[in-house]
């Protein structure tokens, strides 16, 4: 006697299959290996701006908050040179390094607004202004090293002029910053491009570096 062919009991509905997908369905084509995370959302660094309208990265209390730390951090680099931060000489190195630091840097605690405010004067002047041999310090991003020199300004007026102190005031808020020389002309530059809209303005930085 012929027997016909054995079907396989029903499965209730929405029953999964041993690969793990709903009766009937199989799993879509893709590449091997574990399936990818979604893409995180893009974090980026905070960045000082270039121009005058830019936020204050830094405050006063931020300086108070992490004083300790800075100072801790010291301490761990002269322990990591083979020192003793706890000998005398060193005791309170760690706690200076970490005032004089935050003192080089001090241009994260301002904004060129801060000064500029009171100082742009409206002047039916045409003439170029030029001040030269402005004293400049900041330290190198990427060895935090100093570096010092000079740095001449020129602007051809369009109507507005500044205070000259003001100029002297731009190149302090952004080279007592972690710099490189090439974004700091260019910072200064665009500082007072946005406070006057002048008809021109140039910037030259002088200066060496203590780089190894």
């Not at 990818?36 to 701006?49: G, N, W």
């Not at 300004?153 to 080279?175: C, D, F, H, M, T």
Request: hydrophobic content about 35%; some cysteine; glycine content about 8%.
């Amino acid at each position: 006697m012929e027997k016909g062919p054995v079907r396989a009991p029903a499965k209730p509905r929405g029953a999964r299959c041993s690969n793990g997908f709903p009766e009937g369905e199989s799993p879509r084509p893709g590449p091997s290996g574990p399936a990818e995370k979604p893409p995180r959302p893009e974090t980026k660094s905070v960045q000082p701006a270039d121009g005058w309208k830019g936020e204050r990265p830094r405050s006063e209390e931020d300086n108070e908050l992490n004083l300790p730390n800075l100072a801790a951090a010291y301490s761990s680099i002269l322990r990591s040179l083979g020192e003793d931060p706890q000998r005398q000489g060193l005791l309170k190195t760690p706690w200076r390094a970490a005032t004089a630091m935050q003192f080089f840097t001090k241009g994260y605690q301002e904004t060129i607004s801060d000064v500029l405010n009171d100082a742009i004067f409206d002047e039916d002047h045409d003439e170029m202004v030029i001040v030269k041999d402005i004293d400049m310090f900041s330290m190198c991003e990427h060895h935090l090293v100093p570096f010092v020199g000079k740095v001449h300004i020129g602007y051809l007026p369009n109507k507005q002029v500044l205070g000259l102190s003001k100029l002297a005031r731009i190149v302090e808020i952004y080279s007592r910053r972690l710099q490189v020389q090439e974004r700091l002309t260019k910072q200064i530059a665009v500082a007072i491009t946005e406070a006057l809209r002048p008809a021109g303005v140039g910037v030259v930085v002088e200066a060496t570096s203590a780089e190894p």
